[in-house]
């Protein structure tokens, strides 16, 4: 299936694990026929300079040469795949801009980078580029988990799943409160319940429902978990992740969704240690 990405910007801050993502960003590019490109920001209060990317004039000035991270990281591509040249970017300072300029007005962009406390959240609430984040704990996927509502987008969401990730198992979870839209709900969007409405209404609106998600799972031949948690929505969906130990988290941005804005995927990427793969549905 065709799928929304054309570009692949892997981003890079640190030498740490720099070899893992460009090769999983090479990987991506080749398997799906995307361009590949390289942004590395060095952002001098967070990261070490490695030594190999210091100017000639280290002992004077202690300067960041960029032209030697880029020859860098070229060498690395080409051993790596020699085959092509690909675009290779290099600057000081101010990750989140740099990426907001880079990606402007392009919907079609996939971000692979390594998860940093305090620059992925940034770029999670500011851009609407899809992320693929590493947290370094998993080469590959056997099982991954998908949020959904019962709506279209779910559905795209699950094929865009399949196609990116078809050896992987996939599982869904729904929490019944995700579509409680048409109620009266409180304020504190994170504590949705049910107000104004009286018990059976609501018992037959979960009935439903849950129909309507086991007809998705057949549809799409996956498992899936009908959650109807007590806590907050979030904290649900966390702790039902890590006592399944899923390696990939995958979500979709919906603005007009209250559970799928970007907020709750910075809170979810916080406190899980799977890798994550987030997108928007166009």
């Keep these: ?45 967070l990261f070490d300079i490695p030594d190999y990317f210091l100017s000639d004039d280290k002992i004077e000035n202690d300067k960041v040469n960029t032209q030697k991270i880029k020859e860098e990281i070229q060498k690395r591509l080409k051993e790596l795949d020699n085959t092509k040249e690909h675009n290779v970017l290099a600057y000081i300072d101010d990750t989140v801009d740099r990426v907001l300029t880079y990606t402007k007005d392009d ?26 984040i590493d947290k370094g704990y998993k080469e590959d996927y056997k099982n991954i988990v998908l949020p959904i509502e019962l709506k279209d987008e779910s559905k795209k969401s ?27 709900v409180q304020e504190d969007y994170l504590a949705i319940v049910p107000t104004g409405i009286d018990y059976e209404s609501y018992e037959e ?24 948690g007590e806590g907050l929505l979030h904290e649900d969906l ?17 603005i007009n969704e209250i559970f799928f804005s970007p907020i709750i995927s910075v809170k979810l990427l916080e406190a899980l240690e799977t890798d994550f793969f987030i997108h928007t549905i166009h």
């Design 107 to 132: 919907n079609h962009i996939l971000i692979i980078s390594n998860y940093h406390k305090d620059i992925t959240p940034k770029l999670i609430m500011k851009s609407s580029c899809a992320y693929w």
């Design 238 to 254: 966390i702790q039902y992740i890590e006592q399944n130990n899923f390696d990939l988290t995958i979500f979709y941005h919906n």
């Design 1 to 45: 299936m065709p799928h929304q990405f054309k570009r692949v910007v892997v981003l890079l801050n640190q030498k740490e694990q720099m070899d893992k993502i460009l090769k999983k960003g090479l990987s991506f590019s080749q398997q799906h026929n995307t361009s590949l490109e390289v942004l590395y920001v060095h952002e001098e209060s």
């Design 158 to 184: 699950i094929a865009i799943a399949k196609h990116i990730f078809p050896k992987s198992k996939l599982n869904l979870v729904y929490d019944y409160r995700f579509l409680l839209d048409t109620l009266e």
């Design 205 to 228: 609106i979960k009935k439903t429902n849950k129909k309507n998600f086991e007809e998705l799972l057949k549809e799409f031949n996956i498992d899936g978990y009908f959650m109807e």
